[in-house]
């Protein structure tokens, strides 16, 4: 693994060695923030599948290439079940 080494104010440093120690398990600062990094990115996909889904003609074409996609699994190539 390559690592470098980043400039955060030291307030910043401690929140994430709490959230490292307490939140999760003990980890170390990398893999907790590795761990922040993914479930932000998570968020953001949930955010946009709701703004998806907020708008009523986008989340019918989307659920309609769902259907179409649905379809395809089920076309007689070999490795399904």
Same mark, same amino acid.
């Given at each position: 693994m390559t690592s470098t080494?980043?400039?955060v104010e030291t307030s910043v440093r401690d929140d994430? /060695?709490?959230v /490292? /120690?307490?939140d999760l398990g003990g980890v170390t600062l990398n893999t907790a923030l590795t761990h922040?990094?993914?479930e932000h990115r998570k968020a953001a996909v949930l955010a946009?599948? /709701?703004?998806?889904?907020a708008d009523a003609s986008a989340?019918?074409?989307y659920e309609s290439e769902l259907?179409?996609?649905d379809g395809l699994a089920g076309d007689g190539l070999g490795g399904g079940q």
């Amino acid at each position: 693994m390559t690592s470098t080494t980043i400039k955060v104010e030291t307030s910043v440093r401690d929140d994430l /060695a709490r959230v /490292a /120690a307490e939140d999760l398990g003990g980890v170390t600062l990398n893999t907790a923030l590795t761990h922040l990094l993914t479930e932000h990115r998570k968020a953001a996909v949930l955010a946009a599948y /709701a703004r998806l889904e907020a708008d009523a003609s986008a989340w019918t074409d989307y659920e309609s290439e769902l259907d179409e996609w649905d379809g395809l699994a089920g076309d007689g190539l070999g490795g399904g079940q």
